[in-house]
């Protein structure tokens, strides 16, 4: 059965809608980024700490994972950690403040991150890499 919620039509040709689960503590930039992967016709689920982001990792069919790196309870290496566990195929994406350790970024590619973005950064960059990765 097609849940209308998980679908969109066009004509008479359904597709599901890829999910993306957005964890960041940063309200304004979820904000953003949401709108901007909306518009492109992703859904986007927004968590703002590392436990909510696990919670979402374990409890939703997920597309692609953007995790930022410094989030509360767990932090954006953890949140990987436990993604390649629990679904080592997901593409991640990592956002990260310029001033953040050199060595976190080099860890994430060390465990499979799909991309890395630095802040501050354009939503429309973030949307061409997604859709890049999701292709």
């Known amino acids: 059965m097609i849940c209308a919620r998980d679908t969109i039509f066009i004509g008479t040709i359904g597709y599901a809608m890829k999910k993306i689960l957005l964890i960041e503590d940063d309200m304004l930039i979820s904000s953003l980024v949401e709108f901007r992967l909306n518009k492109e016709g992703y859904e986007t689920i927004l968590v703002k700490d590392g436990n909510e982001g696990i919670h979402a990792i374990n409890t ?41 350790e050199e060595a ?12 890395f973005i630095p802040k501050p950064f354009n939503p429309n960059e973030l949307a061409i890499r997604v859709k890049r990765i999701l292709q």
């Open 60 to 100: 939703q069919k997920l597309d692609l994972i953007i995790t930022d790196v410094m989030i509360p309870f767990k932090n954006g290496i953890e949140i990987i950690h436990h993604a390649r566990k629990e679904r080592p195929q997901t593409p991640i994406i990592v956002l990260s403040s310029l001033g953040e």
């Open 104 to 115: 976190v970024v080099l860890e994430a590619f060390h465990l499979g991150v799909s991309d």
